[in-house]
């Protein structure tokens, strides 16, 4: 007994690195390489069986689990087995949530553990103090937790299993539906037929100069039934030439001026979403490259002199749950680096929503002393993607010191110019806002993040009720009414979380297997592909209740009612069973979905057999090819290239050519591959380098800007452009 040690069980080898630094000598770490134990994949991996319940059919659902052959499996078995029989006692340290729950059940059923013993660790943070009280105070395995896990997993391999068949032999082989998988796409889809069916509107909206005293200043008419700062929309012609002619043979005069003062409350610190929607605006960053990022910044990162370090807490939660003493903690950081002003009296505490999961607690640094100035100073040379886990650890810092900072407060001067003459019955009204910074409160850290609007007035104007105002310059500018954007990764998430679909721990991963066939990017947007289509109205013509949203929705919430007992797992199982049964049945009997709504045909034909090349994605990556339409018979496949005129910057020989990505994205790069390697996924735009020591060819379109690739200045888009 003496020479035994007490074992910690985690999921991957980081996580052990890091907490065998923590607790020392006493004890060893072992890694399970995450899910070793699942579902068979010989076939559903379900027992079903039908037994009588109150006159009709009952099922009974029996998982059939197993261990994984992989040879990284096989050797943790060994290791488990053996660190069993050298331990004096055990410990489950798994993620902090229903999917660590299930896979420390799953441990402890293949050491064949007391289900009774206290061996369930639980902590939200690497760090000495978070682990040594979970080890003080641990609990017996949570049923409830890991029901509503395993419910899950049979759920969804249930759904898939069962639907997916279906589609391959009425729509297109080698596809998949999924339980949270169907709804997202059909999100992405009806935003699709929204912009299809939008008819743009004509309008005008019309500017003056205002001239008072020596001022001038450019304003644009106000929607008279707007209370705010917005332009009127004129959908006529004539009436915005009526009003323009008012405009010109009158003066104005100012109606009203007030003064007040506004403030703005900090953000929340970071939950899964809104930090997967925020590494994507401002850092480029997509959610699943986001959240292996995040992951490691949780297991621990390699800091010169430290060894192993947790820097962030749990990064799949939903909980704004800060635990007392990190609050005590940041309130004290705040005071001593930017005094007491921008220290509230007590501290920002925020809302949860109903379904979120109070045991969590935000993402937050687990320790607010460790300043992304001093992580940069301190992080591993040798680390790869370093830079890019500084940038993620930035905003996650400054988000949450920022959140228990004092609100940002703004002298607001609002002005209203009034027409001397009215167009009919409608007032002709101009109105003027100045906002300027009282004092910067949490906004001196994480920066200004009001939504400003485009029309707000920048410098001072000294104005006088009943002044007079003259109005030059007046023109008016057309436009066009604009369709709803496609959905952002960041913009899909937030609907995901919004409509109640799937859990932190899923929205990355069901965007990045939709992308693989049945959407992808054009300009960081996401757009349906045929398949996609003809995927989704399937299954939106057969199994209407199962991919709907609102069923999506009922079934999470009875996820949440099983992970705290209040529902037996099999009867959620039963529900969606019985309803597959039906749609099958029903789905089976329809006619196959016609090949020409489903293939993306190209221009070209195959050059071995001139059967027509159909536009084709990888399995793996969901990267686009043209493949013979005769296959099998015909094996022939080729890159997509098009063609540009546009000249390589970095070489001047080769011009640049449109390629395909990963996830249904395009990329640039030079026809002098592999003796060139330019490459951009920004497309290639005309113009030349402002830059006399550059000279570079062509531009590449960053936003509203056009960016040379080779220096990295930026210069204005031509309007010439933007109109295109």
């Known amino acids: 007994m003496r020479n035994k040690k007490k074992l910690v069980i985690v999921e991957s080898p980081t996580k052990a690195k890091t907490i065998a630094k923590l607790l020392g000598k006493e004890f060893n770490s072992i890694a399970t390489v995450g899910h070793f134990r699942d579902l068979s994949k010989k076939d559903l991996g379900i027992e079903i069986k039908e037994i009588e319940g109150n006159g009709t059919a009952k099922y009974e659902f029996i998982p059939k689990y197993e261990l994984s052959t992989r040879k990284d499996v096989q050797k943790v078995k060994k290791e488990l087995k053996l660190g069993k029989d050298n331990a004096s006692e055990i410990y489950i340290a798994t993620d902090p949530d229903r999917e660590g729950e299930a896979i420390g059940w799953h441990i402890a059923k293949f050491l064949n553990l007391d289900e009774n013993q206290q061996n369930r660790i639980v902590f939200n943070e690497f760090t000495k103090k978070a682990v040594f009280e979970s080890i003080s105070n641990p609990r017996k395995l949570d049923p409830n937790l ?12 249930i759904y898939g299993f069962q639907v997916s068949p279906v589609l391959w032999k009425k729509v297109k082989g080698k596809t998949s539906a999924g339980r949270v998988q169907s709804p997202v796409l059909q ?33 644009f008419l106000n929607d008279p039934k707007s209370t705010k700062l917005a332009r009127y929309r004129i959908f ?23 003064t007040s003062e506004s403030v703005r409350s900090p953000r929340p610190p970071f939950i899964t979403s809104s930090l997967q929607q925020e590494a994507s605006q401002r850092l480029s960053m997509s959610p699943d490259v986001t959240m292996s990022y995040a992951q490691q910044l949780f297991e621990g990162i390699e800091l010169d002199g430290l060894g192993s370090v947790g820097l962030i807490t749990y990064m799949r939660t939903d909980s704004f749950s800060v635990s007392g003493t990190a609050i005590d903690s940041v309130r004290s950081y705040i ?21 979120s999961q109070e045991a969590h607690e935000c993402i937050r640094p687990t320790d607010v002393e460790m300043s ?27 988000r949450f010191v920022s959140s228990q900072m004092e609100k940002a407060k703004y002298d607001v001067n609002r002005v209203i110019v009034k027409c001397e003459k009215n167009y009919l019955d409608e007032e002709l009204l101009f109105r003027i806002e100045n906002w300027k910074v009282k004092f910067q409160g949490y906004s001196i850290l994480y920066g200004d993040d009001r939504e400003k609007s485009e029309d707000e007035s920048a410098g001072s104007f000294d104005f006088e009720i ?15 009414t604009k369709p709803p954007p496609r959905y952002t990764e960041a913009m899909l998430i937030r609907k995901m979380e919004q409509e109640g679909i799937g859990r932190p721990s899923t929205y990355a991963n069901t965007i990045k297997i939709n992308l693989k066939l049945y959407l992808e990017k054009k300009e960081s947007r996401l757009c349906p592909t045929k398949l996609g289509r003809a995927i989704s109205k399937f299954l939106k013509n057969n199994f209407s209740t199962e991919v709907s949203p609102s069923y999506t929705i009922e079934m999470e919430e009875k996820l949440d009612q099983i ?15 019985i309803k597959l049964e039906h749609s099958i049945k029903n789905a089976l009997e329809q006619d196959r979905v016609p090949k020409d709504e489903v293939e993306e045909y190209s221009d070209e034909h195959c050059p071995e057999c001139e059967s027509p090349m159909i536009i084709r994605s990888t399995k793996k990556n969901g990267t686009k090819f043209l493949g013979c339409s005769a296959f099998p018979k015909c094996k022939t496949a080729k890159p997509i290239i098009v063609e540009t005129n546009h000249k390589c910057p970095e070489c001047k020989n080769g011009t640049i050519r449109e390629l395909q990505g990963a996830k249904g994205s395009v990329y640039f790069g030079c026809s002098k591959y592999p003796d060139c390697k330019f490459n951009s996924r920004y497309k290639p735009a005309e113009g030349k380098c402002f830059n006399e020591e550059c000279n570079a060819e062509t531009l590449f379109v960053r936003g509203k800007s056009l960016r040379c690739e080779i220096c990295k200045s930026f210069q204005k888009m031509p309007e010439s452009m933007k109109a295109g």
């Open 236 to 258: 006529d012609k004539n009436k915005t030439d009526e009003i323009i002619k008012i405009l010109n043979s009158n003066s104005g005069v100012v109606a009203d001026i007030k």
């Open 563 to 577: 992970a705290i007992g209040d529902m037996d797992w099999q009867l959620l199982l039963n529900d969606l069973y």
């Open 372 to 398: 992304p100035q001093k992580l940069k100073k301190l992080i591993s040379s040798k680390l790869e993607r370093k830079d890019s886990l500084i940038k993620l650890y930035d905003i996650i810092w400054k």
């Open 466 to 480: 009943g002044g007079r105002i003259i109005f030059d310059n007046v023109d008016s500018k057309y436009d066009q």
């Open 146 to 157: 890991y029901d509503s896990q395993q419910a899950r997993r049979l759920l969804d391999r």
């Open 187 to 219: 999100f992405v889809i009806e935003r699709e037929e929204e912009i299809e069916k939008f008819n743009p509107e004509d309008f005008w909206n019309i500017s003056s100069t205002l001239k008072y005293k020596n001022n001038n200043l450019l304003s």
């Open 335 to 355: 005071k001593n680096e930017y005094g007491d002003e921008y220290l509230p009296g007590k501290p920002n505490y925020y809302k949860n929503k109903n379904r």
